[in-house]
């Protein structure tokens, strides 16, 4: 089952004209196509022995089939020879010829198309071509056996097709073999020696789809989908009809269309949203947008091979236990099936980094370009014809529903897609008890085949397209070495070896590299034939009765969660249109505990602290023994993401677990202390594998980056305060030695130097380290990468400043990422290293920061590029956060007046943002970053320090209206849409942690300034 159009195929001989609706298939193969007449002329190089193919092909069809053989059929046979192919292998040998003809002067002509049309002539010359034959070896050895597959392929198509033509009037095909209008080959990948679906279209409309593998598969899952329907899913779900042959089967042809009204469709969506559901259930995999159709009101799934997925055995060595824990994160969800919004990073055939989102809700347009550069023909039909490359123009999917012309994306429809969802998944947990049973529907996929995904296809036929490089098809010594290169891939996977010995022969074979098994199965099958036994550590039959039997009201709670995350990612580039939550102000001061003057009630605000522990102890997601949540996390100008926690203190373990350990110290329950000293163990273990693999790692590994997005400061910060609350140092001081011998490399690497990303946020944390376990070798640490720091600065006049790469070289101020945050960094490393210089560098950058504030010095500007504000009152960029490094800063640099004029200044902007409304409070969010609690730690720090009463009940006010916007509102994160995500400086982790800052900040440090311990001098 799959899209298809009707085209008209000329009668005659096997042709080498590419049409124009070949270019976006040719465009898969790596290449997009040129100009015709270009391609058409270059092609023809290769006509005799497509020729003998044809010829080969029609004899074999006439002896299998004999009166069957009709010469229709034998014409829709040979008329499509594998073009695609045939351009990878020939196509780029013949304008490297081309080329070097022009260099050396021997094409005629007066014009680049004349001396084009030359060199196409010469290619029919007997003598001319056999030259290029024999100094390309490999090349007619490659298309040989290319010819070879398609002859086999194509036999036993034929041979399907007319021992199976009388049952396809199941399918509702009313024909004859003499009535085929058109048979689309290769409408989906190359497989097992050239093997690829094929729609059959014949008179009056007639199409019936072939595949030439097992589809027990999809029969089975229409058959729960009528158990679905039975049970009472509305708005019904259609079903397509299949016939199972063993080795191959038909399917019904279902073709796009459009609803006919808003209602039609809102049931689209619903019934997507209870596609999702059920599709989780079953651990399927790989929905992307190719692999819908949206006809009218009803999606139809196509390629349904990928169910009942088992789940992949890890090596034990090296980073594969992090990417296991990061796998398994990830496929106890639904991002797992493949069709919420999701930009999925991969790795090219070059080595480079690249992301798309080709998922099944996602595109619907009438145009979209390739994820990938691809290579494309330039100054096609002339004489300097070259490669370069560019994302290509792709076919417009139809994955999605249209109204009047116009494509109704997945986000508007959140609301109905869920209520799908949600009515599906209780359906589900209903009936379970039938499901599971002894002899249940879940049993007639004993034996089903399902499709494992181990590569992206763009990647593989990248890999095949160089493949067949000029100097790879001149010398068979080096194309054996780089198809070798594929079995550096897997080294994560217990079967890794096997798997990409596999791997390797499909893909010198020139097909897509398949990998199956049986549900419930543990053996990988590859595509080749070689069983691979015990690469499943669970076969897919166990996996999802293991699914269903943890459906379930907190489940359904998370994996609507991740819905809402998902449509918010869709739409969500940056938070500037975020709303700003109009609390109406109560100047009424909040009810203070035990007669206190410096904290509203404890009791209160510490409960709302618990139910955040409480909520992340429901959304905690464990694996093999580790512990991690998902979280959405900006990807720059790539919008948001849900992704995986890493061991960052931003949004990652260690945040979350810094939060999880002063909970249970302040609220005196242990369960929060356990899920804190697990998490621990795991940050050790996770950080300890990275290090260990970093000497033969080439990428970068955001495990052992430096700042507080990176996992090395993160892990450092966090053991610290575990040490300091447990009187337990042999984890911290472990991780002390490991860091050691590599920290001078990864500081002179630096091009960051800020709090968030860079050397200023690791001095800080290595300075908390020091006052907690100090050694000579720590303050060595501390002076290496604190000059570092100082050496980076660019000096003007008096002033000092540190360019940020990151932000088009711009100077910032401010603390996450300009001189406030590396001011505070050198000025504690001065403390601890006794380096006088380091101050008088401080001085310098609180001057440059001083320069930056308007006429009146009354602000801290946003430098930042392409912001939509002047001025931002945050602690990542603005007055309080400032004012929280100049409060830091005091402990230093002791009684300074002009640190004490920046104060006050920080405290009246901060106090102007709140009381320029006179009716409410505005609160933006809840966050410790660009939130009201990041703004209240420094309120409530700086009323504190000063005694001023009016700052103080600004601070209580603000309390209050923080209270009063997460009784109304819930838990405002730092992300799009307000939506929960777990970390400590845009999620619930530090919420709470701002709530214990304000009933308990003696025993709570202030961690915005990544602070030491309290309890330490």
């Known amino acids: 089952m799959t899209r298809g159009g009707r085209a008209s195929a000329a009668r005659g001989r096997p042709h080498l004209r590419v049409p124009a609706d070949r270019i976006a298939e040719l465009s898969k193969y790596g290449v997009r196509m040129a100009p015709e007449h270009a391609i058409d002329s270059l092609l023809q190089f290769s006509k005799r022995i497509v020729d003998a193919a044809a010829a080969d092909l029609t004899e074999k069809v006439k002896e299998r089939l004999g009166s069957l053989a009709a010469e229709p059929l034998l014409h829709h046979l040979t008329a499509a020879p594998p073009r695609a192919g045939l351009a990878r292998i020939v196509l780029r040998i013949l304008v490297l010829e081309l080329n070097v003809q022009r260099v050396e002067g021997l094409l005629r002509g007066a014009t680049p198309a004349e001396r084009f049309d030359f060199f196409s002539g010469r290619l029919s010359d007997t003598d001319f071509a056999r030259r290029i034959w024999r100094d390309y070896p490999l090349m007619r050895a490659e298309c040989r056996r290319l010819l070879a597959h398609w002859v086999s ?344 070896a096997e798997i990409a010995a596999s791997e390797r022969a499909q893909l010198a074979a020139g097909d897509i590299p398949l990998f199956t098994a049986d549900a419930d199965g543990t053996c990988l099958i590859g595509g080749d034939g070689r069983v691979i036994p015990g690469a499943l550590v669970q076969d897919g039959l166990s996996a999802v009765r293991e699914r269903i039997a943890g459906f379930g009201d907190d489940d359904l709670r998370r994996q609507r969660w991740m819905v809402e995350c998902a449509a918010a990612t869709a739409v969500a580039g940056d938070l500037d249109g975020a709303p700003v939550f109009r609390v109406p102000r109560d100047d009424r001061p909040v009810r203070r505990w035990s007669g206190s003057q410096e904290a509203p009630d404890a009791g209160t605000v510490v409960g709302h602290a618990v139910e955040i522990g409480e909520e992340l102890i429901r959304s905690a997601l464990r694996h093999e023994g580790e512990i991690g949540w998902l979280g959405l996390a900006s990807m720059g100008e790539g919008g948001w993401q849900l992704m995986p926690t890493g061991l960052d203190l931003y949004s990652g373990n260690s945040g979350i677990a810094l939060f999880l350990a002063y909970l249970a110290r302040v609220s005196g329950q242990d369960r929060f202390h356990e899920l804190a000293r697990d998490i621990s163990y795991g940050v050790v273990r996770r950080l300890e594998r990275a290090i260990s693999f970093r000497p033969r790692e080439r990428r970068q590994n955001a495990l052992l980056a430096l700042g507080m997005s990176g996992g090395m400061t993160g892990a450092l910060y966090f053991l610290t305060h575990w040490a300091a609350l447990t009187a337990d140092t042999v984890p911290l001081a472990r991780l002390i030695d490991d860091i050691a011998p590599g920290m001078e490399e990864i500081c002179d690497a630096d091009e960051i130097l800020d709090v968030v990303g860079g050397a200023a946020g690791h001095v800080l944390a290595l300075c908390a380290a020091w006052r907690v376990v100090p050694s000579d070798g720590l303050a060595g640490l501390i002076g290496k990468a604190s000059t570092h720091l100082a050496e980076r600065g660019v000096r003007t006049g008096d002033q000092i400043s540190w360019p940020a790469a990151h932000f088009d070289n711009l100077a910032l101020g401010g603390f996450a990422h300009g001189a406030s945050g590396i001011a505070l960094a050198l000025a504690r490393a001065a403390r601890v290293t006794g380096d006088d210089a380091h101050l008088e560098t401080v001085r310098a950058a609180l001057r440059f920061e001083r320069s930056l504030r308007d006429e009146h010095g009354e602000a801290w500007p946003d430098l930042r590029p392409n912001v939509p504000w002047e001025t931002m009152v945050a602690w990542c960029h603005g007055a309080p956060g400032a004012g929280l490094a100049r409060l830091a800063l005091a402990e230093t640099l002791g009684d300074d007046t002009s640190l004490a004029a920046d104060i006050e200044v920080a405290a009246r902007v901060t106090a102007d943002y709140y009381e320029a409304a006179k009716e409410y409070y505005p609160v933006r969010n809840l966050s410790l970053c660009h939130g009201d609690l990041g703004n209240l730690d420094f309120l409530w720090s700086a009323a504190r320090r000063t005694g001023e009463g009016d700052l103080l009940h600004l601070a209580e006010n603000v309390t209050t209206a923080v209270l009063a916007a997460q009784r109304d509102y819930g838990w405002i994160c730092g992300v799009p849409r307000g939506l929960r995500t777990p970390g400590l400086l845009l999620g619930l982790a530090g919420i709470g942690l701002g709530y214990l800052r304000i009933a308990d900040p003696a025993r709570v440090p202030c961690l915005l300034t990544l602070d030491a311990p309290a309890d330490n001098p």
């Not at 009528?226 to 063993?246: I, S, Y």
């Not at 869920?418 to 009936?431: C, K, P, Q, S, V």
């Open 153 to 496: 392929a194509r036999c036993a198509f034929a041979e399907h097709l007319a021992a199976d033509f009388g049952l396809l009037r199941g399918l509702d095909v009313h024909a004859d073999l003499r009535e085929i209008d058109e048979i689309s080959f290769d409408a989906g990948d190359s497989h097992e020696k050239g093997r690829s679906v094929a729609i059959v279209h014949f008179g009056r409309g007639q199409s019936v789809v072939y595949k030439p593998r097992a589809v027990s598969m999809e029969a089975r899952f229409q058959a729960l989908v009528d158990w679905v329907n039975a049970k009472g899913f509305e708005p019904r779900l259609r079903t397509v009809r299949v016939l199972d042959r063993g080795d191959h089967g038909w399917l019904e042809h279902v073709r796009g269309g459009e609803c006919d009204t808003s209602a039609a469709v809102e049931r689209f969506y619903r019934r997507q949203g209870g596609y999702l559901a059920l599709l989780h259930a079953l651990r399927a995999r790989d929905l992307h947008m190719d692999n819908v159709i949206a006809a009218g009101e009803h999606p139809f799934l196509v390629d349904l091979e990928c169910l009942f997925t088992g789940e992949l055995n890890a090596s034990q060595s090296d980073s594969a236990g992090d990417e296991a824990l990061m796998r398994g994160l990830f496929d106890s969800t639904v991002l797992a099936v493949g069709m919420l919004p999701f930009s999925r990073p991969r790795t090219d055939a070059a080595g480079r980094q690249t992301s798309g989102d080709v998922s099944g809700l996602n595109g619907g347009g009438d145009t979209r370009l390739s994820t990938d550069a691809l290579p494309q023909w330039v100054d096609a039909g002339t004489d300097t014809m070259r490669l370069a490359h560019g994302r290509a123009p792709l076919p417009a999917s139809a994955n999605l529903p249209r109204l009047g012309g116009e494509v109704r994306r997945f986000d508007e429809y959140r609301d109905v897609f869920l209520a799908g969802f949600e009515r599906m998944y209780g359906l589900i947990l209903a009936h379970a008890g039938e499901l599971l049973a002894e002899g249940g529907l879940l049993e007639t996929f004993r034996g089903a085949r399902t499709r494992h995904i181990l590569g992206a296809t763009q990647t593989y036929n990248a890999f095949l397209w160089a493949s067949c490089h000029p100097h790879l098809l001149r010398d068979l010594e080096q194309r054996e070495k780089y198809l070798d290169r594929a079995l550096s891939r897997h080294r994560g996977l217990a079967a890794g």
